[in-house]
């Protein structure tokens, strides 16, 4: 049997790779002067989220119980993302969830940022801004026109009558609509020296006698002369009439910022863990399966890059898309399922080896036996993550749609954060399908069309025959497997009991504030500190470290009734740097959270997983039919909530909260779990029909888990 494959094959895949590899990471771009043209977008072009990068994270509400219209809270957004625009805030995520009457906007920290004041950028986000022309000095004064008759408004200095002294003002516009009501008004008004009043929402900002007739469509808005107006009052009141009134007047219900240096020492970490992780897999790839091992790192590098376009932008058919920690992290199950394909692979072709085939045979029937697990084990990793986009993504998105019947009470929350791990984690999986499988089998069939390669040894034969291994007997020794999980799980759920279950603010609702700090100090002075400054005795205080920056970190939580503003912290920071200079406090993260925004995110996380379970269980159930079919889904998902309580237990014994990183990381080991459970049942399968029905199940498993 001659293969397939040609020696340019290998070539050409290997380059095309590598091409993709470097322009996927570094772009192109040309510079002409100080003008960069960007032709393919590269990593640095990557839009990474607050927990990263650093920002702000707000979900604004109407105030006071107000039942807000689907189109109400529509025309909100449009005002929103004007305003934001206005403030040169351009990398925003914003979302509508109408199930709540909720707004979630989501916006970075600007590129060398240091003064920016995020409460007062989301009170000026937030700001109805209504801005109404009436009769007379009284807010009940009848209407002449409002802000949708004002074509446009400008900040303007200078002196508005001839003589008179330089001030602040805002020069307006009017449509053709505004003009003409403006003009009756001063026309009837002039005659009587009436007077016309300006209010921007409840509040006067300027009143004036009417002495003349005003027809040319535009007029001034001045301040009085005990209270002018600054150069920060007018040109924010000419934004806010610019960007058009909001429907309705909105609260904060939550709200939290993470430190710019925070996110990028994370990343930064994180860039240095992915190049170690990814040498060690290439070493331990190519010792354990030398030539087909090597080649499958070329292709695992080709499905990281190509992943990492996918959310760069590199193909300008698909928008960028925002990159969270959770997103880091779909990106990493991906590639250990990327490494899994080629690891069931080579160890196929290795056996088929050993089994006395030649090369072009072993390759043959090595691919066609391991792409059945492949294909099982990533389309249970499909199912999760189409449930992750389907509960955490826009309302409007594809998988949220599909999906409705079983989120609809929950709405669109969180959608940036684990949503990316859900888009990232499905394309990684499906890239793994056209580099781990492909292009892998591309490249090892041109490998093995060339003679100075065709030796076996190169794909994982021995040169001398192994010793026969003495097979284990798995299934006698099940009682004892059984007993050591069942007291494991015994222990995890007493823990959990005694030390009890510690939630995030993220789940809770509260108040988190994260310090770092230098030295040590005595936690209960601390505390009687943070206590008077912040003006609660209700706090809890916790000592740790950032593992991606070295810093020993404070956090400060206060329970679900309390929030915190911008300047409450810098007073607890001034008060902590007087008492204790030496520690240097500085500020790192605050978290608001409302108590019912955190509910439902821990609400809306359990049935994710639940209903990823269920639909993983049913899968199963259907594969694999022929060696037990739902009983062998029951048992798959009874050892995954074994291996989910583990990490449910490494949390409980550390005594750390409960919080979305621990959702992401609960979904991680769901997916490696259920992959190798989905390996060894489809030896099962296989060795099933191999072996006949004579063949007990005792044999049958232990010869295929061996």
Known sequence: MKTKGKAWHLVVTVLLILAFVYTAFFGVSAKYGDVTTTYIKGAKDIRFGVDIKGGVNVTFVPSENYDATEEQLEAAQLVIENRLVALNVTDYELYVDPSSDSLILEFPWQSGETDFDPESAIQEIGTTAYLTFREGSSADGDLILDGSMIESAAAQYGPVTSGGASEYYVSLKFTDEGAKAFGEATTRLAASNGTISIWLDDENVSTATVNAAITDGEAIITSSA???????AVVKMARQINSGALPFALKVDSYSTVSPSLGENSLSAMVLAGLIAFALIV??????????????????????????????????????????????????????????????????????????????????????????????????????????????????????????????????????????????????????????????????RGAASIKALRNPWLYGADKNAPAEKKPINFVSLRKRFLTISACLMAAIVLCAVVLGVRLD???????????????????????????????????????????????????????????VTTDEVQNLLDSLNEQYPDNAFAQLSLSNVSAAMGTKFLQKSLVAVVFALVLILLYIALRFKNIGGLTGGMMAVLALVNDLMVVFGTFVLL??????????????????????????????????ALMGKKASFEELVNRSVN
């Open 283 to 444: 070493v331990l790839m190519t010792a354990l399966y030398r030539l087909p091992g090597f080649l499958a790192c070329i292709a695992l590098a080709g499905q990281v890059a190509a992943t990492l376009a996918f959310v760069s932008g590199y193909f300008p058919v698909f928008e960028s898309f925002t990159l969270t920690l959770p997103g880091i992290a779909g990106i990493i199950l991906a590639i250990g399922m990327g490494v899994d394909a080629n690891v069931i692979t080579a160890e196929r072709i290795k056996e088929e080896l050993r089994s006395g085939k030649s090369l072009d045979g072993a390759l043959k029937s090595g691919f066609a036996r391991g792409l059945t697990p492949i294909i099982d084990g990533n389309v249970t990793i499909v199912i999760v993550a189409i449930v992750l986009m389907g509960a955490f993504g826009p309302s409007d998105g594809l998988f949220a749609k599909a999906l409705h019947f079983v989120f609809f009470a929950f709405g669109p929350s969180t959608a940036g954060t684990i949503y990316a791990f859900g888009y990232t984690l499905l394309t990684g999986v499906l890239l793994n399908f056209v580099f781990g499988v492909f292009a892998t089998r591309v490249m090892i």
């Open 505 to 563: 603010t993220e789940f809770t609702g509260g108040a988190m504030i994260t310090l770092s700090y230098e030295d040590s100090f005595d936690l209960s002075a601390v505390q009687k500190t943070a206590s008077a400054a912040l003006g609660s005795k209700d706090l809890t205080l916790q000592t740790g470290e950032n593992v991606a920056t070295g810093e020993q970190t404070l956090k400060i939580s206060m329970p679900g009734t309390e929030t």
């Open 655 to 688: 005594r750390t909260p409960l919080d979305g990183n621990f959702i992401a990381a609960m979904l991680t080991i769901l997916g490696y779990s259920i992959n190798d459970t989905v390996v060894v049942y489809d030896r099962i399968r296989e060795n099933r």
């Open 226 to 232: 005990s209270n002018p107006f600054t150069q920060d």
